[in-house]
């Protein structure tokens, strides 16, 4: 889905989130317009400044009417839309899918370098995810290090792809891309090289700074030390729009 | 004079982890004083006591399940503990323990006891348990009622939900800790 551009003759529609009632411009998603109330959503691929992705599904909610859940990120608000956030369904499975992502790769967050600053493990602190039901599958992932700033740990990729889409979007670099399927998908630099050998990658760091685990981090950090700086991202991202 | 009410029992144990978090069980301090009022340590490596009693309050365990005997010790304590508890992060997820689960056993006793030993190395068989792969987390074996994830959890945590349940209350355990807290 494209970026919502900003119109001059936008209309407002109203629509009642949790027995609240909100108007809110018609080009919004509903991610939007509950950031803007104070609604907390859970999410882990969306990010100010970034094109939708919609491929974590931690934001879904649920709309009157409907019978499958939506994703909060990736549906325009309409006019008496009826939504809610926080049903036991949607805790249910908000729970179920942090845990499948513990259980998937090797998060160990007491000797991990994002520990204390990890979006995952705030969600999964926030989602009352205390143990994880299923057992973990415990395959190993490659690390590169060959880079020689920047450190990939595949262990702790969750593929959100925001590496993907800031490197792209932002920087116009496109130094990463996606490949495989199922367990063995993985990030990848220019055609599944070392980071370190990439001819594309501009150094900028932009895809450590958004990434929203222990993936991508700086070479040199270890447990706890690694913390992120996400605030250039709507101010380039509005510089970018403007031009 | 009046009967004091029967105090509560509670037992624990030191699986596969560091000790960490029954050191951080000491911390309580002077709390312990509060908390020796309301229940009995009757088996624990912080007491004498040889042999876990047939039937137990609440049990705690630290670390994971990475050898025979941690897997024995975690049954036992299931069998007798009306509520079993698991204690950090070992316990609740494997960390670091469970680390090893990424290469061979023989792989893993050669670098313990060969490679990095200049005297006599050799690998231990005789008087300890026999490791068992994968290392599980304790609900990976039996069932726990009340997850305390940390590392080692913090002695404010540990006595915020040690309250609840000795209360009889549903600890919100999140509200308190996480993993790799
Ligand atoms: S990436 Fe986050 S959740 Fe995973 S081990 Fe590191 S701190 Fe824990
Ligand atoms: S490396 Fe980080 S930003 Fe990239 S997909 Fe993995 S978790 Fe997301
Ligand atoms: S949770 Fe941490 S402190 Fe506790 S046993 Fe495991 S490593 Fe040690
Ligand atoms: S935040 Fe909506 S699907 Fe990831």
Redesign the pocket.
């Known amino acids: 889905m494209p970026r919502p551009t900003p119109q001059s003759t936008v209309r407002v529609v109203t629509l009642r989130i949790d027995d609240r009632d909100l108007s809110a411009r018609e080009d919004e998603t509903l991610i939007e317009v509950c950031r803007e109330h104070q609604i907390p959503i859970p999410s882990l691929c969306q990010l100010d400044g970034l094109s939708v992705w919609g491929g974590c599904r931690l934001c879904m909610v649920e709309i009157a009417g409907q019978g499958r859940l939506v994703a909060a990120c990736s549906t325009r608000v309409a006019e008496g839309m009826v939504v809610q956030t926080d049903t036991e369904r949607l805790r249910h499975y908000r729970r179920t899918i942090v845990e499948l992502l513990f259980a998937e790769r090797n998060h160990v967050c007491a000797v991990c370098v994002s520990n204390g600053h990890c979006e995952l493990q705030t969600l999964a602190q926030r989602c009352g995810v205390d143990h994880v039901r299923l057992p973990y599958r415990q395959v190993p992932y490659p690390v590169d290090s060959s880079h020689e700033m920047f450190r990939?740990d595949h262990n702790r990729?969750?593929?959100?792809?925001?590496?993907?889409r800031v490197c792209d979007e932002i920087e116009g670099a496109h130094t990463w891309d996606i490949m495989g399927r199922g367990s063995d998908c993985r990030?990848i630099t220019d055609l599944a090289r070392p980071w370190g050998e990439s001819d594309t990658c501009t150094r900028c760091g932009k895809?450590v700074q958004?990434?929203?685990?222990g993936?991508?981090v700086k070479q040199g950090t270890s447990a706890g030390e690694m913390v992120k700086d996400q605030h250039f991202l709507p101010i380039l991202a509005r510089r970018r729009q403007a031009r | 004079m009046s009967t004091p009410a029967p105090k509560l029992t509670v037992a624990t144990a030191w699986l596969d982890g560091c000790s960490g978090c029954h050191m951080s069980f000491l911390d309580l301090d002077e709390r312990l004083m509060t908390l020796v009022e309301q229940v009995e340590i009757v088996y624990s490596p912080l007491v004498d006591a040889k042999t876990l009693p047939a039937q137990v309050d609440v049990g705690i365990l630290e670390g994971s399940i990475s050898s025979e005997d941690d897997l024995e010790k975690a049954r036992l304590f299931r069998e007798r503990c009306a509520v079993l508890i698991s204690l950090g992060d070992c316990a609740v997820t494997g960390n670091v323990p469970a680390m090893r689960n990424h290469f061979k056993l023989s792989e893993v006793l050669d670098r313990a006891y060969r490679e990095n030993v200049t005297l006599q190395p050799q690998i231990p068989t005789r008087a300890v348990p026999a490791l068992l792969t994968p290392v599980k987390p304790v609900h990976g074996v039996v069932a726990v009622d009340v997850f305390i994830p940390g590392c080692p959890p913090s002695a404010e945590t540990i006595w915020s939900i040690l309250s609840d349940v000795i209360a009889g209350r549903v600890p919100d355990v999140s509200a308190v800790t996480r993993f790799g807290a």
Do not use: N, S
């Open positions: 990939l990729c969750i593929l959100c792809t925001r590496c993907v990030v895809c958004v990434c929203p685990t993936a991508l």
